[in-house]
């Protein structure tokens, strides 16, 4: 029992296992010093009154090849980020969860909202298709991703003769 206007220090119960703080119900809602905390305040009024800690379920959502991963309630956006390509492959989108879900499934930094169900979603990574550059009587022959700028070196004519120019590929490139 508490005189009005005492400020009491409340704290909820820790959550059962699948489940997180959700927040307070009961007694005058500008009373908490904020409702959505586990440990808050209450200011007692003239009235018995009655508070209770809300619990929500949770599920998993785990990101494979980035982060993000974690325990969530449904309906929960969470930031998503994929892990850096690794060599030769660029981020190519989302696979697994719900389509509409993502915020942008084409981005590696987006979001998702979560479903009430355990989700997994995957960074994706495709091998970017290199193409044979032959120089002849020159440097820089390799394999390259389409539009690579390479730099290209003609060997030194032979005496008496000098650099005409190149031939063959694409003279836009």
């Not at 009024?45 to 009655?50: C, D, P």
């Not at 030769?88 to 719900?98: A, H």
């Not at 979001?111 to 355990?118: F, I």
Request: aromatic letters at 10%; a neutral charge.
């Amino acid at each position: 029992n508490y005189a009005p206007g005492t400020v009491v220090s409340i704290t909820a119960n820790p959550p059962s296992a699948g489940q997180m703080f959700a927040g307070w119900t009961g007694g005058t809602a500008t009373n908490f010093g904020n409702a959505v905390l586990a440990s808050t305040t209450y200011t007692t009024t003239s009235l018995a009154q009655t508070i209770t800690a809300t619990y929500a379920t949770t599920y998993a959502f785990t990101v494979n090849g980035g982060s993000g991963s974690g325990n969530y309630t449904a309906g929960s956006i969470v930031s998503i980020r994929a892990n850096p390509a690794p060599l030769g492959q660029v981020f190519g989108g989302w696979t697994g969860g719900t389509a509409a879900n993502f915020g942008n499934a084409a981005s590696a930094s987006t979001t998702y909202t979560t479903v009430a169900a355990a989700q997994t979603i995957t960074a994706t990574y495709p091998v970017v298709p290199s193409y044979a550059l032959t120089v002849t009587s020159g440097t820089g022959s390799g394999s390259y991703a389409a539009g690579t700028a390479v730099a290209i070196t003609a060997n030194a004519p032979p005496t008496g003769q000098v650099f005409a120019g190149w031939t063959g590929g694409t003279a836009a490139n």
